[in-house]
């Protein structure tokens, strides 16, 4: 068995200064030439958080926070692998594994951590295990390439085997949900059940749609269309975007930003307000994360490796689907039934949250997390 070793979060106060001598001499375009978000992220809006990442944000602060929990580093196939685990004080919790995505990071899962570790329905305790992905925050960036979904969903199977768990569940949203749902496919010998926020599957026969099929096959055609150009760069040059990412952080910032921005329900009329959804110190905690790491090029990767080839495979384990409103795509129901066969628990009537809900919404997420298990548990799980 490889060894796992402690791991504590510790940025050099060089890094930091040098992070914002860089943001004093941030050279910036002119304003775009609309007034709303439809050429990008606003000039005004990344100047606002840039002013205030320089002078007023704390990373130390999302230091201490994240030290609070145990953090740990193990080598699976030649890649260290970051994680934070962190064991509920009630005896026999379900263990969990829990996967991010991009512009995301271990850090998002913070705000969820103690609910879902020490809820106080002592029946629904989770232990956690939150994993980087591989070329994520302090996890190893791949040398060669071929690490793509599949491959990360047996590390995350190897890494739980690894730590003694020999039956769990698993979740993830963004890439995380394709982790989590290509280990599904492979249905490792120790995993019982999965629960995603953003099931993949193939829309339904387009003819004859119903008005709520036309809502959803135009959220793909937007997204197709206008939204996903950073996913075209990422998934065909992804080494070309880092340069400018790596050496700017102000360009770091409005390529993660923009997301948070189009991905959350932040809209105040024509205008996205990212701190509506999400505080600017938790979001400029990811982006940090980011810049410090150095990880625009090595986490963009993940895209050339899978983003040509969304495995759409039939999953016949037990699976939990929470669909948020401001989510990118929200797939109906019966195109989700042509995919995944036990269906045991599914809720698309959330009242808010999107695309990032343990940062925006973390207490609806624990919610769904929880209504899941509770429907695991009547089906014998």
């Not at 269906?343 to 999107?354: K, L, P, R, S, T």
Request: proline residues 7%; hydrophobic residues 40%.
């Amino acid at each position: 068995m490889s060894a796992i070793t402690p791991f504590t979060i510790a940025i050099d106060e060089a890094d930091l200064d040098d992070l914002k001598q860089r943001l004093g001499r941030t050279r910036y375009p002119e304003r775009e030439a609309v007034d709303d978000w439809s050429q990008g992220i606003p000039l005004a809006t990344v100047q606002s958080f840039a002013e205030y990442w320089r002078t007023g944000y704390d990373w130390r602060r999302c230091e201490q926070e994240a030290n609070e929990w145990p953090q740990f580093m193990t080598n699976i196939e030649g890649l260290d692998i970051h994680f934070f685990h962190i064991r509920s004080e009630v005896g026999g919790a379900t263990p969990l594994l829990m996967t991010h995505g991009w512009p995301g990071s271990v850090l998002e899962f913070l705000p969820v951590i103690e609910s879902l570790v020490n809820p106080v329905a002592r029946e629904m305790a989770f232990d956690l295990v939150i994993p980087a992905l591989p070329g994520y925050g302090f996890s190893g960036k791949p040398a060669r390439h071929g690490m793509g979904i599949p491959q990360i969903a047996r590390l995350w199977d190897e890494l739980m085997k690894r730590l003694g768990y020999h039956h769990y569940l698993a979740h993830g949203g963004d890439w995380g949900g394709l982790v989590t749902q290509a280990m599904g496919v492979q249905q490792p010998r120790g995993l019982q059940a999965i629960h995603t926020t953003l099931p993949i599957v193939a829309p339904g026969d387009a003819e004859s749609p119903t008005e709520a099929e036309l809502k959803q096959l135009a959220s793909y055609e937007f997204y197709d269309r206008w939204d996903s150009g950073y996913s075209k760069q990422q998934s065909t040059r992804p080494q070309t975007v880092g340069y400018g990412l790596a050496d700017s952080p102000v360009g770091q910032l409005a390529w993660i930003l923009e997301k948070y921005g189009q991905w959350t329900d932040c809209a105040e009329g024509a205008q996205r307000v990212p701190d509506n959804a999400v505080s600017r110190d938790r979001l400029l905690d990811v982006v940090t994360l980011y810049w410090l790491t150095n990880s625009a090029a090595s986490s963009a990767r993940l895209y050339w490796e899978s983003f040509t080839d969304f495995d759409t495979t039939p999953i016949e384990l037990p699976v939990g689907i929470s669909q948020f409103p401001h989510e990118v795509v929200r797939p109906l129901r019966r195109w989700l039934d042509s995919r995944f066969s036990d269906i045991v628990y599914f809720n698309d009537e959330i009242a808010n949250g999107g695309h990032f809900p343990a940062l925006e919404v973390p207490e609806a997420l624990v919610s769904e997390l929880h209504g899941w298990r509770g429907a695991l548990a009547e089906s014998g799980i």
